[in-house]
């Protein structure tokens, strides 16, 4: 707090640094990634949608994963659904390449997390501690072919989401284009997540 002894040309400098400072573009302090538009993309493809309570998201997601034939690619905030993290592990066990991005604080702090489990059984985890909150919950299945899948919602890969919140899961099938700027997405995150132990 400035003292009332403070002169009056102090106060008019301290005054016009201020102006500057609020009159100063907001686009001048925002990192450049802020300042790219967002996509616009053509609508195409399926869009399957569940609702927790009410809707099995978990079984949608896990047959999801059953029908992937080369890769399955994840981000997740916390990991608590056996059911989804067993589609991981059998698909990882057919052959199928899938990694896994989690939040390292959400992996830490939950003592019922499934990520340690699903590293036990070859599934490569990485944790994603760039954030205050890796909070990303999508799932990329077989980018690039032609049955290209995203997965993405509220819904956390967890029991209380399909239990106990009230949450929703789409399920987009046949949008190259727009799987194409997740999987872009998902490789900068992978660029700085680091191996799980």
């Known amino acids: 707090m400035m003292s009332s002894g403070c002169s009056t040309s102090m106060k008019q400098y301290l005054a016009g640094c201020l ?11 925002e990192p450049p990634s802020y300042r790219k538009p967002p996509p616009v993309l053509s609508a195409s493809g399926t869009v399957q949608v569940a609702f927790t309570p009410g809707h099995d998201a978990g079984k949608l997601i896990a047959d999801a994963i059953d029908d ?29 390449d899938v990694k896994v991005i989690a939040d390292r604080d959400q992996t830490e702090k939950i003592p019922t997390s499934l990520i340690a489990r699903m590293a036990s059984q070859g599934v490569p985890v990485f944790m994603d501690s760039n954030h205050s909150s890796a909070h990303n919950k999508v ?4 980018a690039g072919s032609a049955q ?22 789409l399920v987009m099938r046949g949008n190259s284009a727009l799987v194409d700027l997740y999987l872009e997405n998902w490789q900068d995150h992978f660029r700085h997540a680091r191996p799980y132990r």
Do not use: W, Y
Request: aromatic content about 8%; glycine content about 4%; cysteine-free.
């Open 19 to 29: 102006a500057v400072l609020l009159t100063t573009s907001a686009a001048a302090f």
């Open 148 to 169: 290209a899948t995203l997965i993405t919602g509220s819904f956390n890969f967890t029991h209380a989401a399909q239990h106990k919140n009230a949450e929703n899961v």
């Open 68 to 96: 992937a034939r080369t890769q399955v690619l994840v981000q997740a905030f916390s990991f608590t659904h056996r059911r989804i993290a067993d589609a991981l592990i059998a698909a990882r066990h057919r052959g199928v």
């Open 139 to 142: 799932m990329l299945i077989d």
